[in-house]
Nanobody
Framework: QVQLVESGGGLVQAGGSLALSCADS????????MGWFRQAPGKGREIVAA????????YYSDSVKGRFTISRDNFKNTVYLQMDGLKPEDTAVYYC???????????WGQGTQVTVSS
């Protein structure tokens, strides 16, 4: 089954950049799409970006559009989130997730902390 492992979180100053990776280490299921979500303290989980299997269709939330870039390397079974122009309000735990059932994010990684200082 699909197993997702995130990496790349950390502490950065406002205006800086971080790159997150999400590796699928155990796939035996088809993946329709991958997404990055985040959850800030005291808030619900929100989708940040998503990409379809072929990598030719992407989605970004309004809060990150123009600053974040999602991409995938199917040969490496890895999805990336390049985060530029980070703001303190981007501070959250970031999760990657996979759709092994069409339209449903049903496999989740463990999350990685991103902290942006002002």
């Amino acid at each position: 089954q699909v197993q997702l492992v995130e990496s790349g979180g950390g502490l950065v100053q406002a205006g800086g950049s971080l790159a997150l990776s999400c590796a699928d280490s155990g796939r035996t299921s088809k993946i329709y799409a991958m997404g990055w979500f985040r959850q800030a303290p005291g808030k619900g989980r929100e989708i940040v970006a998503a990409i379809n299997w072929r990598g030719d269709n992407t989605y970004y939330s309004d809060s990150v559009k123009g600053r974040f870039t999602i991409s995938r390397d199917n040969f490496k079974n890895t999805v990336y989130l390049q985060m530029d122009g980070l703001k303190p309000e981007d501070t959250a735990v970031y999760y990657c997730a996979a759709q092994t059932s069409l339209g449903v994010y049903d496999v989740w990684g463990q999350g990685t902390q991103v902290t942006v200082s002002s």
